[in-house]
Each structure stands twice: as structure tokens, then as C-alpha cells.
């Protein structure tokens, strides 16, 4: 039972005019972003600490959220990223032996606008036929009237068309050392790069080279990599073009590459494929992708709002040789990996590093690893 | 993978009677099972010897074999059917263990039948508890240490390891029967011994206690290209040490990070692959240590489990049915998710709320049982809910348990509680624990210190003390305004609990009136396995209260069709089950096919009723008044425009829907079928009277007191014996067959608190009275007998607890004009519409009138499949106008002729009732008198049926108890009074080449008739007494009568139990004994053939009616 004195109601407002009311949660104030729903039955934690979502208003289907508090362990990266968070019933008093604090806590501490008590599911379905838009929660001082909350929402700019790689992007080029003996380098562009994806190459043998959005083709094969990784991220694929260009670079140089989310669609902008936006995004950590080499189902997560252009597999020609639409998801059809067939380059739309989500595409990392391992040879 | 093409004929083993740990959640899969095989063109045979079950149904297979469910009958329909492949884990541990006993004994193999889901490698993997450990411990998990143990010697040894307090857990039963938790030296001893005894490999598991650790289930799916995906978590409430089938259970688990939840799922994924189940369904359940999230692995149930059924109903996600699916080939990622329609089935169900599951005991049945809860399941039922959040959901599932309290705050608190002694009585597991928890806190308990007490989880305790804040808060309230009413519901509260809590709105009704006067009303949403992310076909809904205004309702509109609703019969108890549900689907699927869209309410997780295609909607509601007439609402709206709502049916649920009838039709709900009015002429003592008296029947003569002095006046007057009951208690029904004032005094006592508002009723008990029940339709100007039913125990004894037979085999033709006529005459005296069921003594040519049930019984299935007659249908069909003259015009009813003159050469069938005795103990440890009497006390029912009674009942004997003897050793001990009518049995008996056992009294008789028999001692005659050769396994079979007098004599008793423990047929009754002799010589001559129902029933209706 969220209590609402009245004291602390608070909205969200759509951008098509929608509202939806309740009490504020975390920090009061007004944020401003585009409203997703994301389907994961656990890891708020993760999800609000991902990268991807930084721009975005989160709501949790999951109407139970903050049971399990907030430690020191399941951090994403190294802040709360969404704009802001929209549950239904938050949690009193977490319950877990790894909780330092509670969610809210950790909202308020980073200033993160939230609200609960909303019919999330109202919304979820308004979301899945309306598509997803821009929003805005209001709460304290910053609540008006629903016209000028609307005008507010609309004067917020658009998911379509923004660049965000470099808002969520380490600054400089840091270290991430193998468990164990080392076995390969690899540089990671860092697009909005979650920890557990270094933590699980290097549990690999790998040694993670983290390096700005902005790095140059020097600055990445001055690491020396053995392989090139492409991280996920937040924005619409279609606007990073000096990634892109990276690529080529890599892929003409043969380097074994592997991307993920942002970076799958960065790959097959490089292999010539276009992008576009999907009406409210695949987000979530049941979601099934098949493998069309071996016709074999995953369970994964996933978190992207724009997809590649393509067919389930598809066979088409770049400068690079064929490649083909080597993963799709049986729920639309949206096209879920690509993969390089005459140069040693794969990617998935969906997250192998989990964290929260199911562990069944972890092996797309010894995958990778195999690829540097015949490169070697 | 597609289709295999290799398999054509499918043999599916059903679950058989209805017993605790093992319910209806088994007809839910198998029928689901049975529609898919069909529907994907396969031939499907079928065995099970529960009637009472849609699956056994003749539309719902090829060919149905109600017949006992042993390796030995199930190998006599595979020799006549000749299956390509037997699907043996949709039918519980029942069907299992058949399937591991074929093959054992070479069935299998002989008829190449091929085993599909798992097979019997991986069952053993699954089922043997040390070698799925050590598989375990193989994928890197953990699991408690423990030691398998084959004798008490063994057992010392490795307690001495392990060190108490150790769980004793024997290998291959269910429900956790004859498991349990040892503290000291003493209860090892005893419970180690229980547990060899009841493990059918004399081996238990010695292991180390987790008690206390958090408790999980996964429900997880497999298929042949090894897709595997998890369906639900559950999150148990009640810590280890409480069954799984006895703890209130949550879905989705709540207390759990991401990284637990993932290792959680890791680690069943790597054990179901590891153990080997090559496709379908199967349940791992999990501790987790509270302090370090230490996870160890309990089990595996490598089949569709109780949970499956409960996971299903909680996500949408029909596992039951996908798992045959998968059985016969396909792939996850080729089936397609009925809810959606669109997405395929291979992926995990998310849910945007929660579920509850709370399990119903019927501990009052059994005086003497250890109301505490353990690590064997003693609940006989559950009901489920869903809200959008905990308290929501747990509101919900409180309200639908139907027990005296509904609810926080609904009941008076236990008098002389201090907030120490209500936080004692937390360490000890009991039913309604919730309610202490409640009571804690309200006392001033602080969250940790009842977490620390119960063992439940903080998070859990700390939504009930939102709940007692709550309720200060609508107590303190100046008025109970919008807002706060509305953040009431939202939590769950009902408007009695409200009521309760603001006496100045004159109860519920106020409460309501105000509700719908402020538009506090609840919204519907959706079960749609995608948390919205996808657009749901299934109109499968609950209700909620949102506070946010935007909140929408998703009950699409329907115009065309006029709406009925079916108002199911909530969680199984003693007394009201499965039969019940029956009912309930006949009726959903009859007004179907006349044109009605149908709309099913109900709470019960288990039953077929809850299939979200049963119905047309299906609404997952407690069966209150208030949750009911906001669906009424709900459809009212969603029909405005059209036909709209043409009536709602209270008639097919049982006890608990016919209760809401007045107040129902009172709120302007069109009840259809018989009117309240005419109900209440059946259920009042003095209105049913007078309905006699103008028909001229009789009735047992009784009268109503308010003191010892008022009953014994009456009893005088009227003669002992008598039956006393209260004319109103709570739970269990505290009847009693009393024979002198002594008892009556102390029955006075015990029974009730007897007062001017709760008077006893005191009935002339008819002594040796043939108890008769029959089950009839009346459309208000003709009556239709549906059965009638003769009972093999005498009158005293629970209808619901003797075995009957149909046709009566003993009954002239004059009787059953008497019945014939008198059933009119009460049919007509009511004023039925529908089903009407009455129970009549006949007593020296007199035909007694003992009660009418103007309703459903539980004996409509059974009569359904006896006579080939669907009588819920013709029901249902007549609560919505039709005659019976069109019924039978039309072909649902036989063209003439009814139930009560069925073709001279018509099969007889058998009903016997199946008792749940060896499953309770008493705090000491002992066993529980088996003695029957007239509270029902049965869980559930077999049938046999056969050419003639003494095959018919041969089969029902083996069906719910294993088969009676045809060689050895009989012991008789039976009242003076039943004396005369045993010697016939009995030498027959002996001539049949038994050895006859007898106490000295009984002996004496039996050897002045010519009957050889030796005398053993009494139990308190000391050693190589008759208890001492019967826990032996000397005697095959006991025939012991009771001293009429209540508290049996102990001797009795101690005979009883030990027969029951032995699992030797244990015969109470002289009526019992004539039918088991019948039942002995039709097996030994061995001429016991199977039949399919398709057939018998075909003969049936081209039988010409005598
Ligand atoms: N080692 C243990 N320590 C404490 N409780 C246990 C232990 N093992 C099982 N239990 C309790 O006993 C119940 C029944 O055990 P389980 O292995 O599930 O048998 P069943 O086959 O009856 O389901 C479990 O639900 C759990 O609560
Ligand atoms: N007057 C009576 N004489 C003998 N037996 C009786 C009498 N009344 C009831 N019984 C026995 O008690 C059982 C239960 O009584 P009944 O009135 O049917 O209650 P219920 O509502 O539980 O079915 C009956 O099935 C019958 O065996
Ligand atoms: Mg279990
Ligand atoms: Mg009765």
C-alpha cells in the first residue's frame, strides 16, 4: 500500500496527452524522457543502472518493485541511468541479506524522479498500441496543470534521430584485467558498455581495453587488441557514423569483432544494412531469439527500442563478402544477429552478458573467443 | 521437429481417486492431455478409476477403461488396445509408479509399447532420492547431505553423522507421506520406522535438516530439441519444513535479486537436463539459506505436478497441454501460445501480478490428527488468487477459503492472547498461520521478531503490518471517505473486513451500498502470460482496484450471445470436490453448444473448471457474495446492448454457491434453476417437514433442544438410538450416532455450545437400514430419475463414505416405485428446477426420507457414466428453460425409460469411497480409528463396473485400496449384534480355503455353525495377540464390526489402525463383508475382463428398458 497523502501526488504525462496520476517516488521534481516498459520480473537494479535506458522513463510491469533493496554487487555501471522510474507498488522495507539500502534511497541519492501507484499496466497497454513516446513525471513543485505538463513533454526532444553514445561513454580508455592468465586483448568501444560484460571476458582470460566512443582506428589498434568489441547502448543507431566507419576499418583489416544491442546494429550499419525504430522496442529478459543455423531457442535479455533491417536468414552482400541474418525472434520476426561470413564479425541484438536476464547466450563469448583463437592460427 | 509420425495410439494412465496429495489438478492435465492427443489425430486410450473426472468422460478419449489402476489391469487394456506408446507423467506419482511397475514386469517390452515424456531411466534419475543427488552434486549444485537407509540400524548410524534435528523422507511415495522431521532420539525412532513401513522399497532417506531456509519451486519445460524454458517461480511463505502442498505459496518469488533467481534457474536447468526428462514438464523445488542465499536443491518431480497445474492457472501458460504436445514430437518454438495467438510458446511468462495460494485442511474431521504442519501434506484442497499486488492477492485468497474466517478481522480474536504467547504459537507450523501473524503484530510485535518466530520472510510480514496499519488508520478515519475506501480495496480488503472495522455502516451491505455510491468499483484485467506486451485472445480475468483514474477495465463486449454464469464450488474439501467441478464444466459445455456464451467463476487452481477454454470467459474470483455480483456487473456491462446476462447457476458448485442464491436473487442476479424459496424448503428442518407431510412420506421422527434436558426428553420419547448433530456449527459437523443418555450427556458437552441460537437436532437413528440415494432431474412437470443408488454399508454410515452400487442389486420393484413416487413428490413439494438429490433409509418396508439436496451431488458423475445419461447437461439445459420432453426429443436425455428402469442386462457399477486415514497421526504418534460413521470423511471415490456386483466390486476394492485377498488368513471380530448375520460370509469364506481368525466370543459362534477357525487373543491379552499378526503381514484380511456404543472399544481400534497401516482391506461392516466375499470369488475365478466405457454404454442405450 503506497499511502498517498496528498501531499505527494505526482503525474505522468504523455506526449499524446495521456496522464496518469499517483505519488511520487524517489526523488520529486520533473524529468523528462521517453516512456518504455520493460517486462523483467527481477533486476531493477541492473536495469536502472544500464546505460541503454539513459534518455528513457522505465515502467516496470512487474507491479512488486524495491523487495530485494539495493547492494553493492549488481550495479550496471557506475550510476542510475534511466530519466526516470514508474512502478505500481514499491516495497516498504527491502528483504535480502546482500541489501545495503532501499531502492528508494537510491533514487532519491541520485536524484532520479520516479512515481508509483500508476495502473502500469494501462499504461503498458496504451505504450504497446500507441507506441512508445515522450514523457514526463511530475511531482512537488513541478506539477501544473495538464496542459502546460503536455506543452513540457512535447518540448522535450526525440528519441529518433539523438546521439547519445557520447553522453554514457567512459571519458578516457581504462583497464579490465583478465582472471587468471591472460589469453587475449580486446578493445571494447565503449557505447554504454555494462560491467558484467568485461567481468565475463575476463573470466574468459580476457584483457578488456575500455575505450571511448571517440576513439580513433590508432587509439584502437595501439591496444593491440586480438579481437574488437562492440558494446550497447543507448539512442538511435542511425547517428553513429564515426563508429561505423571504425568498423570498416576493423573489418577490413580482418580483426575478429563481436557486437551487441547497439553495437550488433553498428555492425550491420557497417555491413550496409539500414536501421529503423520499432513502435515500443523488445525489453525485457524472456524474450526467445532462434539461432537459424540450428533452429535452437534462447531465452534472452533484451533492450532495444530500433532494430536492423533484414529477414530471418537472409543472405545478403556487403563489401565485405556475404553476410547473413543469423538470429531472429519468433515473436515478430525482428532481426536478432548478423554475422560476416568471409570476415571473422558476428553480433546479436540481445544481451549474452544478462545481468538481469537469463544466462543462455552466454556462450556467444567463447564464440567470440574462438574466432581470435583460428585468427592466431 | 514435427509431428512424429511413428506414433498413432497413445495410452494415457490417469491419477485415480482423489486423496490428499494427489487432487484434481491430475483430471486438469489429463484432460488437457486427452484434447490435445485427439485434436492431433492420435488414437488415445485411457485408464483411470476416478468417475468423478472429466478425463474419464467418453467424448474426451477413444476409449475409456474405468478400471483400477494397476500394473496387472493396466496390462489387460494394453493387451486389448495395443498402444504404440504409453504417456504416463500427466497422471501424478500414481501413473508413474504404474509406468515403472510395467516395465519392471516386461509389459512394456511384451507389447512394445514405447514410454513417452520420460522415460523409466530418468524417472529413477528423478524419483530416486540418492541418485539424483549425486546428480546434483554432478552439475555443481548442492543438495542437503543425507544417508539412504534400508533398516533402523542404518538409520542410528547415519543420524550419528548427520546429527539431529534430521528430515526422514522414504523413497518413491507422494505428498510426502510417511516423511517427517525428527528432533530428538525418541521421534526418530518412530518416524524412521513409519517411514519404511510406508516406502514401497523399505528404504528412507536420512537427511539434513534445512529447516527454516527460504523455500522455492521452478516449473520448468523441455522439449526434444532440448529448449528448455522456465514457466513460473514460486516462492513458498511458509519456510522448509512446511510441504509445499501446506504452505501459502506466491507467484511470481518476491524476495529474490536477479543474481539469485538466475543461479536458481541455472541450476534446474542443468539438473533437468542431467536427469534426463526428454520433453515436458517438471518441478525442482529449492532451499536458500535467509542469512548467506546458500541454495540447495530438495527434488524433482520428473512429471506434471500439483504445482504445474498451479503454475498454468497463475501464468496462462497451459503446461499440461504443451507437454503433450511436445510428448508426441513437436517443439516449443512450433506450438503457439493460445493467449496471444501470435508469439510461440517457447519463451518465459512474465507476470504484471501477483498470485496467492492457500491451502484448505480439514483438520476438524479427524479428532485426534496433529493439526501441525510438516513435511507430509495433509491439506485436502487450495484456492488461488490474483491481484496486482501481495495483499490484494492474499485478500483474495483468504476470502475464498470458505472457513469461519474470511479474512482478517472477520472472526473474534482467540480470547486470553498476549503478544508473547501469539508470538510462541508462531514457531509451531498451523493452518491459518497468517492470521497469528496478523494478531502478532497488532499485539505490538515488531516485523523482525515475528520473522525471526515464523520463519517467514520479512518482506512478507511487513505487507501484513502495512495491513494492521491500514486498518488503524480506517479506524481512526473521522469518515470513510473515497480515497481511503478506495486504498482499502486496493489492499485487498473486502467490504465485510471493512464492515468489521466501521461498525456505524451496518455490515457489508452498508459497506457496499456506500462502495457503489462513491464508484469504488474494481477494474478487470487480464492473465495473458506477457505482462501486456501482446495483445490477449483469452478472455481469462480478475479484478483489481486501481487508485490511479487512468486505470481501464479489459472485459471486451459481447452482444450477440445471451451471457450464463457457472458459479464453481472453490477449494476441494471433504465433502464437496472434484464432482462438483464436474458438474460446473457439463454445464459450461452444454449451454455452449445450446448458445450461450458461458462464463465460469471460480477459485480453485486444480480443476478443469479453471481452464481458461472450459468456459467462454473465465473469471479467477473468490465465490463470495460481493467478488460475485461485481462480476455480475463486469458481464451486465460488457453484455449492455444485447441478450445480456440470461441467468446465473448456483446449482452445480455445491454447498457453496447455493448459499448465495437468496442474497444473489434478493441483489436482482437472475438465479436460474431452482428458486431460493424451494431451496429453502429443502435445507429447513421445519419446512422440509411440512413438504413431507403433504406428500405423505415418512421421516425419521426427531425433534429440536436447547439443553441436555430438551435432548433427552426427545431421545426418550423417540427411543434410542439417536443421531444428534448441531443445527449449526463451524468447520466439521460434529454428527453422532449416540446409543444411551450417558453419551448423550457427554456428546451435549462436547459437541457445541448448544444455545437457543445453535439448538441440536436429535434424529431416530434407523438401525440396519438400507440407505438408498438418487439423483433426479425435474423440469416442474416431470421428474427424470437420474440413479438409484443402493448402499453396501448400512444407514449411519456417510452416503459420501459407503460404497454403492447401480443398479441397486437388492431392491424389488415395489421399492423402487416407493422411491419413484416419493421423489416426485419431493421434486414437486420444492419446487425443483434442475438437479435434486435425496438419501432414504428403507427400514422394515418403510421408505425413510432422510435429507434433499436441491442441488448437484456428488454422485452426478458417477451416475453419468453408470447409466450413459449426462445429467449435469440435461440440467443445466433445464435451469434455462428447456423441458425434459425436449431433452429427450432432442437425444440429451433417452427417448423413454430413465435411470430407474435400466435394461435388465445393464453392467453393474460400483462406487467406493477412498479414505485418507493412514495419512494422519495423533501428537503421539499413532494411528487414527478407520471407523466410519455419519460425518463424510472420505477424500474421494473409485468406480468398478462389470457384467455383475461381484466383479464390479472386486474392481472398485482394487481400484481405491489394492486388491482383495484370494488366499490366507480373515480375521473376524464383530458385535454381538452382527453375530448372526456373519456366519453365512464367513463360511463361505472358509470354503473358499481361507483360514479363519477370530476372538474367542466370535469364535464360539462360527464353530457351533461348522465353522473351522482358530482363536487369537485380544489385543490386551498380551503377545502374539491378533494386532501383533496383523502388523506381521499374517492376516490378509479384517472383518470387525464395532460395539455399537460411541468411542470404539480400544481393541477395535488398535486392530483398525494396524489394518490400515498394513494396507489390508479392513471391513467394518457385516453389509461390507457379504459384498467382499461376493468380490473374493469373482477373483478366484479369475474371469475379470477390462471394458471400455464407450461400449458398455453404446449396450446401454440399445438395451430395451426392463
Ligand atoms: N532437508 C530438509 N530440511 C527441512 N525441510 C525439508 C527438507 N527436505 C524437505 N523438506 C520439507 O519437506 C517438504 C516435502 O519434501 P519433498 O522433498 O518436497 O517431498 P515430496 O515428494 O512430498 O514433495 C518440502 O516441501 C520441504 O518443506
Ligand atoms: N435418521 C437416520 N437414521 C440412520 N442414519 C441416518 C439418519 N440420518 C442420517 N443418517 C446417516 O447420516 C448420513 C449423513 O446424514 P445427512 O442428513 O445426509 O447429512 P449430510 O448433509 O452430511 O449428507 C447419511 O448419509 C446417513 O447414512
Ligand atoms: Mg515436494
Ligand atoms: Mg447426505
Known amino acids: 500500500m503506497s499511502g498517498n497523502e496528498q501531499s505527494n501526488t505526482a503525474a505522468l504525462v504523455l506526449e499524446d496527452g495521456r496522464v496518469f496520476r499517483g505519488e511520487s517516488f524517489g526523488a520529486t521534481g520533473r524529468t523528462l524522457g521517453e516512456v518504455v516498459f520493460c517486462t523483467g520480473m527481477t533486476g531493477y537494479q541492473e536495469t536502472l543502472t544500464d546505460p541503454s535506458y539513459h534518455r528513457q522513463i522505465v515502467v516496470a510491469t512487474a507491479p512488486q518493485i524495491g523487495n530485494t533493496g539495493w547492494n553493492d554487487e549488481d550495479d550496471e555501471s557506475d550510476r542510475i541511468w534511466v530519466a526516470g522510474y514508474v512502478v505500481r507498488d514499491p516495497a516498504r522495507m527491502p528483504s535480502n541479506w546482500r541489501s545495503r539500502r532501499s531502492l528508494p534511497e537510491a533514487l532519491v541519492s541520485q536524484g532520479v524522479v520516479g512515481i508509483a501507484g500508476v495502473d502500469t499496466r494501462t499504461l503498458t497497454r496504451h505504450i504497446r498500441e500507441r507506441g512508445a513516446m515522450r514523457a514526463g513525471v511530475f511531482s512537488g513543485p513541478a506539477l501544473a496543470d495538464e496542459a502546460s505538463m503536455v506543452d513540457q513533454v512535447r518540448s522535450g526532444p526525440q528519441m529518433l534521430g539523438a546521439d547519445l553514445a557520447g553522453e554514457v561513454s567512459t571519458g578516457a580508455t581504462y583497464r579490465v584485467p583478465a582472471v587468471g592468465e591472460r589469453r587475449f586483448r580486446v578493445a571494447a568501444l565503449d557505447l554504454?558498455?555494462?560491467?558484467?560484460?568485461?567481468?565475463?571476458?575476463?573470466?574468459?582470460?580476457?584483457?578488456?581495453?575500455?575505450?571511448p566512443v571517440s576513439a580513433s582506428l590508432d587509439d584502437l589498434l595501439g591496444v593491440e587488441p586480438d579481437g574488437v568489441f562492440l558494446s550497447n547502448g543507448p539512442g538511435d543507431p542511425a547517428t553513429t557514423d564515426h563508429a561505423v566507419t571504425l568498423t570498416r576499418s576493423v573489418l577490413e583489416r580482418r580483426i575478429p569483432l563481436f557486437g551487441i544491442c547497439f553495437g550488433n546494429q553498428v555492425l550491420g550499419r557497417a555491413l550496409g544494412r539500414g536501421t529503423y525504430k520499432l513502435r515500443y522496442g523488445h525489453r525485457g529478459i524472456n524474450i526467445p531469439v532462434i539461432d537459424t543455423a540450428t533452429g535452437r531457442v534462447a531465452i534472452t535479455a533484451q533492450n532495444h527500442g530500433f532494430a536492423l533491417e533484414g529477414e530471418p536468414g537472409e543472405r545478403f552482400g556487403t563489401p565485405f563478402g556475404v553476410a547473413t541474418v543469423s538470429h531472429y525472434c519468433p515473436n515478430d520476426g525482428c532481426v536478432e544477429g548478423v554475422r560476416a561470413l568471409e570476415v571473422p564479425a558476428f553480433g546479436v541484438q540481445y544481451h549474452p552478458e544478462a545481468a538481469a536476464g537469463p544466462h543462455d547466450a552466454a556462450a556467444l563469448f567463447d564464440e567470440f573467443l574462438g574466432l581470435m583463437e583460428n585468427h592466431d592460427a | 521437429m514435427p509431428k512424429r509420425t511413428d506414433i498413432e495410439h497413445v495410452m494415457v494412465i490417469g491419477s485415480g481417486p482423489i486423496v490428499i496429495g494427489q487432487a484434481c489438478e491430475f483430471d486438469y492435465s489429463g484432460t488437457q492431455a486427452c484434447r490435445v492427443l485427439r485434436a492431433e489425430g492420435l488414437r488415445v486410450t485411457l485408464v483411470n478409476s476416478n468417475p468423478a473426472t472429466i478425463m474419464t468422460d467418453p467424448e474426451f478419449a477413444d476409449a475409456t477403461y474405468i478400471e483400477p489402476i494397476s500394473v496387472e489391469f493396466v496390462e489387460k487394456v494394453i493387451a486389448r488396445e495395443r498402444p504404440d506408446a504409453l504417456l504416463a507423467t500427466l497422471g501424478g506419482q500414481t501413473a508413474l509408479n504404474t509406468a515403472v511397475g510395467l516395465h519392471e514386469q516386461g509389459v512394456l517390452e511384451k507389447y512394445n509399447v514405447e514410454l513417452i515424456g520420460a522415460d523409466i531411466e530418468a524417472i529413477q534419475r528423478g524419483e530416486d532420492r540418492q541418485r539424483f543427488k549425486d546428480i546434483v552434486r554432478s552439475v555443481g549444485a548442492e543438495v542437503p547431505r543425507s544417508a539412504v537407509c534400508r533398516s533402523m540400524d542404518e538409520v542410528r548410524v547415519a543420524v550419528k553423522e548427520l546429527g539431529l534435528p534430521v528430515v526422514i523422507r522414504p523413497s518413491?511415495?507422494?505428498?510426502?507421506?510417511?516423511?517427517?522431521?525428527?528432533?530428538?532420539?525418541?521421534?526418530?525412532?518412530?518416524?524412521?520406522?513409519?517411514?519404511?513401513?510406508?516406502?514401497?522399497?523399505?528404504?528412507?532417506?536420512?537427511?539434513?535438516?534445512?529447516?527454516?531456509w527460504k523455500e522455492f519451486e521452478l516449473e520448468l519445460m523441455r522439449d526434444r530439441r532440448d529448449n528448455v524454458v522456465v514457466v513460473c517461480s514460486i516462492e513458498n511463505i511458509d519456510p522448509m519444513g512446511v510441504h509445499t502442498g501446506d504452505s501459502v505459496t506466491v507467484a511470481p518469488a518476491m524476495t529474490l535479486t536477479d543474481r539469485e533467481y538466475q543461479h536458481m534457474r541455472d541450476v534446474g536447468i542443468a539438473v533437468l537436463r542431467e536427469v534426463g526428462v526428454d520433453t515436458g514438464g517438471c518441478n525442482i523445488q529449492f532451499a536458500v539459506h535467509p542469512e548467506t542465499g546458500r541454495l540447495v536443491v530438495i527434488e524433482m518431480n520428473p512429471r506434471v505436478s500439483r504445482s504445474s497445474a498451479l503454475a498454468s492457472k497463475a501464468t496462462g501458460f497451459p503446461i499440461a497441454k504443451i507437454a503433450a504436445k511436445l510428448a508426441i514430437g513437436y517443439t516449443l518454438d512450433e506450438i503457439t501460445n493460445d493467449i496471444t495467438g501470435e508469439t510461440p510458446a517457447s519463451f518465459e511468462p512474465t507476470l504484471d501480478y501477483v498470485v496467492v495460494k492457500v491451502p484448505r485442511f480439514a483438520f476438524e474431521k479427524f479428532p485426534g490428527a496433529d493439526p501441525t504442519l510438516t513435511t507430509t501434506m495433509k491439506s485436502v484442497g487450495e484456492a488461488m488468487s490474483i491481484g496486482r499486488s501481495f495483499v490484494e492477492a492474499l485478500g483474495k485468497a483468504l476470502r475464498s477459503m470458505e472457513t469461519a474466517q474470511a479474512g482478517f478481522w472477520t472472526g473474534p480474536d482467540p480470547g486470553g492472547e498476549s503478544m508473547r504467547s501469539v508470538v510462541d504459537a508462531l514457531r509451531t507450523p498451523h493452518d491459518g498461520r497468517l492470521y497469528t501473524v496478523e494478531r502478532a503484530l497488532r499485539l505490538g510485535a515488531g516485523v523482525a521478531e515475528v520473522s525471526a518466530a515464523s520463519g517467514i520472510d520479512p518482506w512478507f510480514v511487513d505487507q501484513v503490518a502495512a495491513l494492521v496499519e491500514l486498518r488503524a488508520e480506517l479506524i481512526a478515519a473521522p469518515v470513510l471517505d473515497a480515497p481511503l475506501l478506495r486504498r482499502a480495496k486496493r489492499a485487498g480488503l473486502s467490504d465485510r473486513q471493512v464492515a468489521a472495522l466501521r461498525p456505524e455502516l451496518a455490515g457489508e451491505d452498508g459497506v457496499r451500498t456506500l462502495r457503489h455510491r462513491l464508484g469504488v468499483r474494481p477494474v478487470f484485467k487480464t492473465v495473458d502470460t506477457c505482462a501486456a506486451e501482446f495483445a490477449a485472445r483469452t478472455p481469462y480475468h480478475y479484478s483489481a482496484y486501481e487508485t490511479d483514474p487512468a486505470a481501464e477495465s479489459e472485459v471486451a463486449t459481447q452482444r450477440d450471445r445471451p451471457k450464463v454464469l457457472i458459479l464453481g464450488s472453490g477449494p476441494n474439501r471433504i465433502g464437496q470436490g472434484i464432482e462438483f467441478d464436474y458438474s460446473c464444466v457439463h454445464a459450461a459445455m452444454a449451454l455452449r453448444a445450446a448458445g450461450f456464451e458461458t462464463v465460469m467463476i471460480n477459485c480453485n487452481p486444480e480443476t478443469v473448471s479453471t481452464d481458461y477454454d472450459t468456459a467462454d470467459r473465465l473469471y479467477f474470483e473468490p465465490l463470495t457474495f460481493e467478488d460475485v455480483l461485481e462480476v455480475v456487473h463486469a458481464e451486465r456491462a460488457s453484455g449492455a446492448g444485447g441478450p445480456g446476462v440470461a441467468g446465473v447457476i448456483v446449482q452445480l458448485g455445491g454447498q457453496t454457491p447455493l448459499g448465495l442464491a437468496r442474497r444473489l436473487a434478493d441483489a436482482g442476479v437472475p438465479v436460474v434453476g431452482t428458486p431460493p424459496e424451494a431451496i429453502h424448503l429443502a435445507e429447513d428442518r421445519g419446512a422440509f417437514g411440512d413438504v413431507l407431510t403433504q406428500a405423505g412420506l415418512p421421516a425419521p421422527r426427531y425433534g429440536t433442544a436447547t439443553s441436555f434436558a430438551g435432548a433427552k426428553r426427545i431421545a426418550d420419547e423417540i427411543g434410542y438410538p439417536v443421531l444428534v448433530r448441531p443445527s449449526y456449527v463451524l468447520g466439521g459437523r460434529g454428527m453422532e450416532i449416540v446409543y444411551d443418555e450417558g453419551s448423550l450427556a457427554s456428546y451435549i458437552?462436547?459437541?457445541?455450545?448448544?444455545?437457543?441460537?445453535h439448538p441440536v437436532l436429535v434424529d431416530r437413528f434407523l438401525d440396519d437400514a438400507v440407505e438408498i440415494d438418487v439423483d433426479a432431474l425435474c423440469d416442474g412437470t416431470e421428474v427424470f430419475l437420474g440413479g438409484v443408488m443402493e448402499h453396501i454399508e448400512e444407514a449411519g454410515i456417510h452416503s459420501g463414505d459407503s460404497s454403492?452400487?447401480?443398479?441397486?442389486?437388492?431392491?424389488?420393484?415395489?421399492?423402487?416405485?416407493?422411491?419413484?413416487?416419493?421423489?416426485?413428490?419431493i421434486a414437486m413439494g420444492i419446487g425443483v428446477r434442475g438437479l435434486l438429490n435425496v438419501q432414504y433409509a428403507l427400514k422394515d418396508d418403510v421408505l425413510y426420507v432422510l435429507e434433499a439436496n436441491p442441488r448437484a451431488s456428488r454422485t452426478v458423475p458417477f451416475v453419468s457414466k453408470a447409466t450413459a445419461v449426462p445429467l449435469a447437461k440435461a440440467a443445466a439445459r433445464i435451469m434455462l428453460g428447456a423441458t425434459i420432453a425436449d431433452l429427450r426429443a432432442e437425444g440429451l436425455l433417452p427417448a423413454q425409460g430413465d435411470g430407474a428402469d435400466l435394461p435388465a442386462d445393464a453392467p453393474v457399477a460400483v462406487k467406493e469411497a477412498v479414505l485418507p486415514f493412514h495419512r494422519f497421526r495423533t501428537p503421539e504418534g499413532h494411528g487414527l480409528d478407520s471407523l466410519l460413521g455419519p460425518e463424510m470423511k472420505s477424500t474421494g471415490e473409485v468406480m468398478g463396473i462389470d457384467a455383475s456386483f461381484?466383479?464390479?466390486?472386486?474392481?472398485?476394492?482394487?481400484?481405491?485400496?489394492?486388491?482383495?485377498?484370494?488366499?490366507?488368513?480373515?480375521?473376524?471380530?464383530?458385535?454381538?449384534?452382527?453375530?448372526?448375520?456373519?456366519?453365512?460370509?464367513?463360511?463361505?469364506?472358509?470354503?473358499?480355503?481361507?483360514?479363519?481368525?477370530?476372538?474367542?466370543?466370535?469364535?464360539?459362534?462360527?464353530?457351533?455353525?461348522?465353522?473351522?477357525?482358530?482363536?487369537?487373543?485380544?489385543?490386551?491379552?498380551?503377545?502374539?495377540?491378533?494386532?501383533?499378526?496383523?502388523?506381521?503381514?499374517?492376516?490378509?484380511?479384517?472383518?470387525?464390526?464395532?460395539?455399537?456404543?460411541?468411542?470404539?472399544?480400544?481393541?477395535?481400534?488398535?486392530i483398525r489402525t494396524a489394518a490400515v497401516s498394513r494396507d489390508i482391506p479392513c471391513v467394518t461392516t457385516i453389509q461390507g463383508a457379504a459384498a467382499a466375499v461376493h468380490g473374493i470369488e469373482a477373483l478366484i475365478h479369475q474371469d475379470i475382463g477390462v471394458e471400455p466405457l464407450q461400449a458398455l454404454q453404446a449396450a446401454l442405450r440399445a438395451g430395451q428398458p426392463r
Not at chain 2, 518416524?191 to 514401497?200: I, K, R, T
Not at chain 2, 458437552?749 to 441460537?757: G, Q
Not at chain 2, 503377545?1023 to 455399537?1044: A, E, H, K, S, W
Open chain 1, 192 to 211: 554504454g558498455i555494462k560491467s558484467n560484460t568485461p567481468r565475463m571476458l575476463a573470466q574468459r582470460g580476457v584483457e578488456t581495453h575500455v575505450l
Open chain 2, 172 to 212: 518413491f511415495t507422494m505428498g510426502g507421506l510417511g516423511s517427517g522431521m525428527a528432533h530428538t532420539p525418541e521421534q526418530l525412532e518412530r518416524l524412521a520406522a513409519v517411514g519404511l513401513a510406508e516406502s514401497p522399497v523399505t528404504e528412507v532417506l536420512i537427511e539434513e535438516s534445512v529447516l527454516g
Open chain 2, 749 to 757: 458437552e462436547r459437541a457445541t455450545a448448544v444455545s437457543p441460537e
Open chain 2, 804 to 825: 454403492c452400487a447401480l443398479p441397486p442389486i437388492t431392491l424389488g420393484r415395489s421399492d423402487l416405485e416407493a422411491i419413484r413416487r416419493s421423489t416426485t413428490g
Open chain 2, 950 to 1054: 461381484g466383479k464390479a466390486f472386486a474392481k472398485s476394492q482394487a481400484a481405491a485400496y489394492g486388491s482383495l485377498p484370494t488366499t490366507g488368513a480373515v480375521f473376524v471380530s464383530v458385535a454381538n449384534r452382527d453375530k448372526r448375520a456373519m456366519v453365512f460370509p464367513v463360511k463361505r469364506l472358509a470354503d473358499l480355503g481361507f483360514q479363519i481368525l477370530a476372538t474367542s466370543g466370535t469364535a464360539q459362534v462360527l464353530r457351533r455353525n461348522g465353522i473351522p477357525c482358530t482363536v487369537v487373543r485380544k489385543h490386551f491379552e498380551g503377545d502374539g495377540n491378533i494386532v501383533d499378526l496383523i502388523r506381521d503381514g499374517q492376516v490378509q484380511m479384517v472383518i470387525n464390526t464395532p460395539y455399537g456404543n460411541h468411542g470404539p472399544r480400544l481393541d477395535g481400534y488398535e
